[in-house]
Structure formats: C-alpha cells, structure tokens
C-alpha cells in the first residue's frame, strides 16, 4: 500500500511540474485546424516553424489585415504556414534595442513541439513556466484580446529583428514581438 501511495505522489509531482508546458502533439499537434477552412487563423493550429528571414525590399509596416474574417495583427494561415506581417525587415526602428538581449537569452524550448501555459501578468510584464517576458510597445495593440492567464502560447526565434522572440497565441492564431526579461 505505501507503494502504491508513493507511486501516486511521484506522479503527482511529475503532472504537476509538467503543467505549464504541453508536449507537440494530440490537441495542440499542429497539424492545422481541425476541419478549418483555407486561410482559416487559429483555432489550435500551431505554425511548423517561425517566420523566414525577410529577402528582398521590407515593407513599410501598415494595417495587417489581409482578408475578411482574418485579424487586424500580424497573425498566421493555418493552412500554408504564412506569417502575415511580418515582412518588415531587419531595419525596423519598431523592434530596435539599444541593448539586445539585456536580460539574457531565453534557455526554455521553443518552436512547435513546446506549447506554453500564460500564467498570469499583461502585456508589460507576463509569464510562464518561471519566465518572463513583455510585449514590444509597437504591438501592444494586437494583444488586447490574449487572456493573460489562460492562453496556450509558442515561443518562436525572430529571424529579424534582434533581441526579440515572436509569441504565437494558439487560441487566437496572432503574434507579437516578446522582449525576454529572465526567470
């Protein structure tokens, strides 16, 4: 019996600590929207990968609403992958730090197989999992409808913008640029 007990606490404890991170996979896959339309935006999906580089001319930032029924924020088709807006260059004086990585980079798994739990916070200051992280001031507009305390997220490398990780909210299929401000 106390075997048994034991056995139950160590599983307990492993739940526990296992919370705040969901393996890719089952729900959360990635694989697309389960019966999502073309250019359907969120709904569980969960990019394969983060944006590539930018090649070519930048784009000056602007509106990025790019269909009817898709979000006013940089947000990502389900279907192909794409990650619309983000196509404005390495020189974007936006996302520009004076001190890249001030606080460090961020140790925790990124990229699809790493689906993270917000536990609590806004846009200035949230976390998960013991990081923290904030909201660059130019996209704090296109978080107003994240749930600070409830979102599944994915932290992806921004392959642009120095200093900076892209926050992909599963729920709602939209992203911002996350400055990294340690544990």
Not at 45 to 50: D, E, W, Y
Not at 80 to 107: C, I, K, M, S
Not at 109 to 119: E, N, Q, S, T
Request: hydrophobic share 35%; proline share 7%; charged share 15%.
């Amino acid at each position: 019996m106390k075997i048994l007990i034991g056995l139950c606490g160590a599983v307990l404890v492993l739940s526990v600590s296992a919370y705040a991170q969901h393996p890719g996979g089952g729900e959360h896959g990635g694989g697309g929207a389960h019966g999502a339309p073309a250019h359907s935006v969120g709904g569980g999906h969960i990019p394969a990968h983060g944006p590539s580089p930018v090649r070519g001319q930048p784009r000056i930032p602007s509106n990025v609403h790019d269909e009817a029924g898709h979000p006013t924020a940089p947000h990502v088709h389900a279907e192909n992958n794409q990650w619309v807006g983000h196509d404005t260059g390495r020189n974007d004086a936006h996302y520009h730090l004076d001190h890249p990585w001030e606080h460090g980079h961020f140790t925790g798994p990124i990229g699809r197989g790493h689906v993270w739990r917000l536990a609590g916070g806004d846009r200035a200051r949230f976390g998960f999992g013991g990081f923290f992280f904030s909201v660059a001031a130019f996209d704090y507009g296109f978080c107003n409808d994240w749930l600070w305390d409830s979102d599944d997220i994915v932290i992806y490398d921004d392959p642009d913008h120095v200093g900076w990780y892209l926050a992909y909210n599963v729920r709602l299929g939209t992203y911002v640029h996350v400055q990294y401000l340690g544990t």
